[in-house]
Nanobody, 112 residues
Framework: QVQLVESGGGLVQPGGSLRLSCGAS????????MNWYRQAPGNQRELVAG???????TYADSVRGRFTISRDNAKNTVSLQMNSLRLEDTAVYYC??????WGQGTQVTVSS
């Protein structure tokens, strides 16, 4: 089974930045749209951003202009640069390329 490994989370103050990374253990995601999701306590998992193989991107309205998604197809990785973080960005962040299972995610906590 392909493993999805997210990293880069942490504790940051409002207005701060973090860069998340996700790697897939095999090339199955290479030609697929890769997405970042997040799930806050008590909430459903929501789509944050996505990037196609050719680089086309989509963003949730709540993060557009603050987050930037990118990918390295050769390395099977996807990143999420998060700037101007807000309290409401606190969540566990996951990546996926349409697989029917999830990695462990990486915790992002925005707190003063």
């Amino acid at each position: 089974q392909v493993q999805l490994v997210e990293s880069g989370g942490g504790l940051v103050q409002p207005g701060g930045s973090l860069r998340l990374s996700c790697g897939a253990s095999a090339s199955i995601c290479r030609f697929r749209t890769m997405n970042w999701y997040r799930q806050a306590p008590g909430n459903q998992r929501e789509l944050v951003a996505g990037i196609g193989f050719g680089g086309s991107t989509t963003y949730a309205d709540s993060v557009r202009g603050r987050f930037t998604i990118s990918r390295d197809n050769a390395k099977n990785t996807v990143s999420l640069q998060m700037n101007s973080l807000r309290l409401e960005d606190t969540a566990v962040y996951y990546c996926n390329c349409g697989l029917p299972y999830w990695g462990q995610g990486t915790q992002v906590t925005v707190s003063s």
